[in-house]
């Protein structure tokens, strides 16, 4: 059997990484977008009106994901109490959120996968 160069699995290392954190500054813009356009919408919808996701970029990243597993699964938004307001939002913002969580996870797993493949072969 053949043995993997190790420049290539470092390459390939650096890719992941770099991919994972392009990805995750995408990822921002998108927060940025979402926090200036919908999530005031969603705060008054979800939160009636309690405006604390929207006060800085911060704390829109984590309302972004929050709401977005509000959208995504019924269990939390039941635990959240959110379960029937959750039918008022509108289906596009909806999907706007979920593909922000799935983004932010897609990068994540790529610069985890990095991180473990530089673990497991030592480099």
Same mark, same amino acid.
């Given at each position: *059997?053949?043995?993997?160069?190790?420049? /290539?699995?470092?390459?390939?290392?650096?890719?992941?990484?770099?991919?994972?954190?392009?990805?995750? @500054?995408?990822?921002?813009?998108?927060?940025?977008?979402?926090? %200036? =356009?919908?999530?005031?919408?969603?705060?008054?919808?979800?939160?009636?009106?309690?405006?604390?996701?929207?006060?800085?970029?911060?704390?829109? $990243?984590? $309302?972004?994901?929050?709401?977005?597993?509000?959208?995504?699964? %019924?269990?939390?938004?039941?635990?959240?109490?959110?379960?029937?307001?959750? =039918?008022?939002?509108?289906?596009?913002?909806?999907?706007? @959120?979920?593909?922000? /969580?799935?983004?932010?996870?897609?990068?994540?797993?790529?610069? *985890?996968? %990095? *991180?473990?493949?530089? =673990?497991?072969?030592?480099?």
């Amino acid at each position: *059997m053949q043995s993997i160069d190790p420049s /290539f699995i470092s390459l390939v290392s650096t890719y992941l990484f770099f991919g994972g954190c392009l990805g995750i @500054f995408i990822w921002i813009g998108i927060v940025i977008y979402l926090k %200036s =356009k919908w999530l005031i919408l969603l705060e008054d919808i979800l939160d009636d009106g309690v405006r604390f996701y929207s006060l800085n970029i911060f704390f829109s $990243g984590n $309302g972004v994901l929050q709401y977005a597993t509000i959208f995504l699964w %019924s269990f939390h938004a039941k635990r959240y109490g959110m379960l029937e307001k959750r =039918k008022k939002v509108p289906i596009h913002i909806q999907k706007w @959120f979920i593909f922000s /969580f799935c983004w932010f996870f897609s990068s994540g797993s790529l610069m *985890m996968a %990095s *991180m473990v493949i530089h =673990k497991i072969y030592n480099l």
